[in-house]
């Protein structure tokens, strides 16, 4: 098995010995270029309650079976739950040759109900091993919250989840949280005649993974804490603080062709002269160990160069966590600081005017779509996610 | 100096971190030179590096010709029985130093020897070594690398050439009989007064105009005439003006209208390009400075200097040459009010701005 390529890197790698740190660091992950892309199974977790009768329904309707006829590989497979007041399975894996029965649209709406289905759904099946999970959750309504640890349970069976805000009538603060939680990311449909594009970018994505929300095996040293675990550029949480020991951490999905960042905060009670060694990573058999050197020598610490990478990366954490707060302050001088950084890191160009205009955006779907689509290539340069339509 | 995130008042932890270490907050490079001033810490200086050059006792490339042929460069031994008029060892090509007729079955020869069926027409050389050389260039025919290889064999000139394409241009006689030049696709461009040639048609040229294949300048010529040599001292760069009866402008600042460099320029920046202080002084000229008004009068050589409005007069000296002596008659400032008509053996020194230029006329 070809492994990824783990980095991690401190902000400055030399520090002040017999003195405690805080300190900015990074982790990327990028996969060989041989890795294959994996089959897809997509689990369409669908809204039928009554504001979803008549257009709603039959945009449903064309847009999963555009999926079935247009967009499958022979190797990949779909189900559908549908949910209104309570939930139901509405087709169990099928593949290429399967059909999908019409909706019937009614009554209320009930998040609980759906993410339970989809847990007992997922656990009732045989686990196929080696095959890339994608559930996509639509609303076009705010209903009964989930419970947060049920959503946040959902990659334990190998899948994330994505959410589409449909209309007016959804909220998306609500429905990005949702993804967040799940490893994945949120989708904007302001009219019904969006979700089948947002049902083609997903499937698009979930075509191109080659990882399938992989766990990042941590282990933290004695003194040191590593906090505010963040994935970059989409800024997606994924844990608060490690302490002293093992850990494991869900990631989302990683993608062909792509750079996995997470960004940290590192805290070391005293850093002792010579290597330190503060945490070591590591993901599908691929190892990476976070040193720092201690160092008496003054002239040598104020002198040691920014590791302009680290920098980006946490700049771009901050920024995208202050987009999806809604703090434009904290937000703009994040983009600001990154802006500066592109004079000795062309990469911060590209993710600077990225996230320039997704706070520019009118709406907070449209902010947190483009959040969700922005994506590192292997050198560390943004581009967004396209929607590309292959059949059309 | 406090932390712009969390007031922290900030000391050399922070620094060394580069990092608040209250509340991780990460500097940019303007809070670290700002800190680094209040807490009177040095400014980082990369270490200097000593440049590996000796200035007294430079290395020279060592003497070589090339074969037309292979375009091996011939050095030592190889070079001494090509100049005794021996082929050449690599390819076997006879040397054109031997005394013999070229070969007739040598094709890839350069043929300059114009057969009187093609119509030529002259053109000064204005940079290498052979400067102010009179040539004679085919008219009607590709023009390139190959030929002129053969009419500038001076080795001083291999880099000059190796510029110039296989096929550069081609020269044409207008529908008004004056002379045309044609950019033939040629890699580093066809240059007229600076403008590059571009397209199938044929621009017109004037007699006094600086063609420039790249590096190489040169210009058209009438077939007998008094011209003036104009040298810009500093870069050693000169180029020969034929003279005729109509008035020719001679800009001698930087740029052109078109806010390209100008050919005397470009050539002189070339030349300086290993010494950055005299390409300082250099560029103490200004981009649109002062101009020279040419023309045959009479015995002599009508000039007026003028310069633009804002722009100061330069300093005028007007001598007489007389084999290698020069007399120095006048010193004067020519401004567009006054015009002189000077005999031919005179010599016009110019300075302006840590920069001379010395124009010669000749019958």
Known sequence: ?392 | MKCQNCDKILDKGDLGASTCQGCGDVFDQTQIMELRDELNIEAYKPPEITVPVNKDDPLLPPESEQCGDCFADLMDADLESWRNGNECPYCGASSPHSEGPPSSTDSESPDTSNPSKQPVHPFIVNSGPSMGKEIQLPIGVELGRKFLRGVLSDTGYHQLLSTISGEHLRLHTMEDGSLGVEDLGSKNGTYLNGDRIVGPLPRSMQYGDALSLHDLCLTPSPLSSPKVLIHHQQSGVSWNLPLTETKQTVHLGRWTETERRTPWYRMAQLHLAKDLNQLDDLDAISRRHFFMDLMLDGDGVGIQFWHETDKEPCDVQIGTVTGDTEVHQTSTVLDAAVRRVIPFGSKVTVKMRKNTFSILTTE
């Open chain 1, 1 to 392: 098995m070809s492994r990824p390529t783990l980095t991690a890197s401190l902000l400055k790698d030399v520090a002040a010995s017999n003195s405690p740190l805080k300190a900015k660091g990074a982790l990327t992950i990028v996969a060989s270029p041989n890795e294959n892309t994996l089959p897809l199974d997509l689990l369409l977790v669908l809204d039928v309650s009554g504001s979803m009768s008549g257009q709603g329904e039959s945009v449903l309707q064309d847009s999963t079976v555009h999926i079935l006829n247009n967009l499958m590989r022979p190797e990949d497979r779909i189900a559908i739950i549908t949910f209104n007041s309570g939930a139901q399975v509405h087709t169990a894996w099928t593949d290429v040759h399967g059909t999908v029965a019409p909706f019937q649209a009614s009554g209320g709406t009930n998040f609980g109900s759906a993410i339970n289905e989809v847990l007992a759904f997922l656990g009732s099946q045989d686990q196929q091993g080696n095959r890339a999970g994608v559930a996509l959750f639509l609303s076009d309504g705010h209903g009964n919250k989930a419970s947060d640890d049920n959503v946040r349970s959902i990659p334990d069976f190998g899948f994330t989840m994505h959410t589409i805000g449909v209309t007016n009538g959804a909220k998306p603060e609500h429905l990005e949280h949702m993804a967040e939680l799940a490893k994945g990311y949120y989708y904007d449909a302001p009219t019904f005649n969006d979700v089948k594009k947002a049902f083609q970018s997903i499937f698009n994505y979930g075509k191109t993974i080659v990882y399938a929300a992989p766990d990042l095996e941590v282990t933290v040293s004695d003194g040191v804490v590593l906090e505010n675990l963040t994935q970059t550029p989409q800024g997606l949480a994924l844990a608060n603080s490690l302490d002293a020991g093992a850990h494991s951490v869900s990631l989302s999905h990683m993608v062909k062709d792509t750079r996995m960042e997470i960004s940290f905060d590192v805290s070391v009670d005293t850093v002792n002269d010579g290597v330190n060694s503060l945490a070591t990573f590591s993901l599908q058999g691929a190892t990476a160990v976070l040193n720092v050197r201690g160092t008496n020598d003054e002239t040598e610490l104020y002198n040691a160069p920014l590791n302009t990478d680290v920098t980006m990366i946490a700049h771009s954490a901050d920024a995208a966590t202050a987009i999806k707060r809604g703090d434009d302050v904290a937000a703009t001088r994040a983009i600001t600081r990154m802006e500066k950084l592109a004079k000795t890191n062309p990469n911060a160009g590209t993710r600077t005017t990225i996230l320039q205009d997704a706070t520019k955006a009118t709406t907070i779907g449209e902010k947190m779509e483009t959040l969700g689509k922005m994506q590192s290539d292997t050198s560390g340069k943004t581009t967004l996610r396209g929607d590309e339509d292959d059949d059309d």
